[in-house]
């Protein structure tokens, strides 16, 4: 493309494209500046999985002010020059990577707070969930919408068709749900959301809503319901 692998428009674009991949992929809404740095760097230098780990592993080695040469020792003459030739770069290259940062913060295309680095809209996104949650919590709960009896006669009918018994924590935490405005329930594959969600949709009275943020998570919410 003709653009220098020392510029600043080069590392403004490699910033949000960290940032942005960083979401996509993983689910983040934000990056701390060191992490930034440490990816930006990859995306830059564009090397094999096996060389971006040779050159952190080094690079961790020189910012505790280890014996390089030690390290160095048994690599080839290739490997110790791509090395050598990094960490020149990387030490040049911090000062461009807060360049690039202030201008993408004075542009509105980031955001900081303390060490974390947010793309704008997904700062602005995050506040307002926040700010959401905040004024449900503080809201009258529904009980007029709420059938606990309804609940009760749900966990008869799941325990009685997979012939085991709810877990506390599940039954307590569809009550505990329909007791509030808002709730978050938490946990990892086979822990029973699923089913706390299906006793609390029994429960309910009112209209409903779900939603899910995946295509698979929406089947496995339209199979349960």
């Known amino acids: 493309m003709g653009i220098e692998r020392s510029s600043i428009f080069r590392a403004k674009a490699a910033i949000m494209y960290v940032l942005r991949n960083?979401?996509?992929?993983?689910?983040?809404?934000?990056?701390?500046?060191k992490e930034v740095?440490?990816?930006?760097?990859?995306?830059?230098?564009?090397?094999?999985k096996e060389k971006e780990q040779m050159l952190k592993s080094y690079l961790e080695v020189v910012k505790k002010g280890k014996n390089k040469e030690e390290f160095l020792?048994?690599?080839?003459e290739k490997d110790v020059s791509i090395c050598k030739s990094y960490i020149?770069?990387?030490?040049?290259?911090?000062?461009?990577l807060s360049d690039a940062v202030i201008e993408l913060y004075n542009e509105g295309k980031i955001e900081l707070e303390t060490h974390k680095?947010?793309?704008?809209?997904?700062?602005?996104?995050?506040?307002?969930?926040?700010?959401?949650?905040?004024?449900?919590?503080?809201?009258?709960?529904?009980?007029?919408?709420?059938?606990l009896n309804r609940v009760k006669k749900k966990i008869d009918q799941v325990e009685k068709k997979y012939g085991y018994t709810l877990d506390k924590e599940q039954?307590?935490?569809a009550f505990n749900s329909l007791g509030k405005r808002i709730s978050v329930i938490t946990g990892g594959a086979g822990r029973g959301k699923t089913?706390?969600?299906?006793?609390?949709?029994?429960?309910?009275?009112?209209?409903l809503i779900l939603c899910a943020p995946t295509?698979?998570?929406?089947?496995?919410?339209?199979e349960a319901t």
Do not use: C
Not at 27 to 33: A, E
Not at 117 to 142: C, G, N, Q, W
Not at 195 to 207: F, N, R, V, Y
Not at 215 to 222: E, I, K, T, Y
């Open 117 to 147: 680095i947010y793309e704008k809209s997904l700062f602005d996104a995050e506040k307002t969930v926040a700010e959401i949650i905040h004024k449900l919590s503080k809201s009258r709960p529904a009980s007029h919408l709420v059938n």
């Open 215 to 222: 295509g698979r998570a929406a089947q496995r919410m339209a």
């Open 195 to 207: 089913t706390i969600m299906s006793l609390i949709i029994a429960g309910w009275k009112g209209e």
């Open 73 to 76: 020792t048994g690599l080839s």
């Open 37 to 48: 740095e440490e990816r930006v760097m990859e995306v830059l230098t564009s090397l094999s």
């Open 171 to 173: 039954t307590d935490a």
């Open 88 to 96: 020149d770069f990387y030490k040049g290259y911090l000062d461009i």
């Open 22 to 33: 960083a979401s996509s992929n993983e689910g983040h809404t934000y990056l701390v500046t």
